[in-house]
């Protein structure tokens, strides 16, 4: 490849900048404060993969993909003073796990996140949908005498599937 096709390849096809995003919340009760959507530091686009099984009929086995697996998705946020963003998904993971250990239908715990990555100049370039999503997993949140960055809560959601666009 010579160097005028090389910068002709990345005119067509510019490279991803990774803090170029957008997150959107739809949680169980509606559009989520769209300041904790702000506050998301980093979102890890799930690994996607297929499982297989072993097939002999004659000559070398082959595998034989029959399902897809979504790794869970994985959103960081900044912590405000108050801590409401925390506060926000330890009311949904109650509403999901249910007081009393008795959890709500499905429909009425379930949410959507949307990611939008975007091009340097602000143009939307993809779009996920993570359909069915609930969150199942809050880390904890340190606390030192000697940090001098915000903190930081990563939560972790499974869902359904995605869809990009």
Known sequence: MSIPEFVANLAKHP????NRYNVMILGPEGVFDQAVSYNVASVGIPARSLATAERFIHGPNTKVPYVEIFDDLSLTFRLSAD??????????????GGEQYASEYFDDIKGKVVIKVMHRDGQVMKTYNFWDAIPISLSDTALSQEASEPATVTVQFAYHHYEWS
């Open 83 to 96: 801590m409401y963003e925390r506060q926000l998904i330890d009311q949904w993971m109650t509403k999901v």
């Open 15 to 18: 490279l991803l900048i990774p």
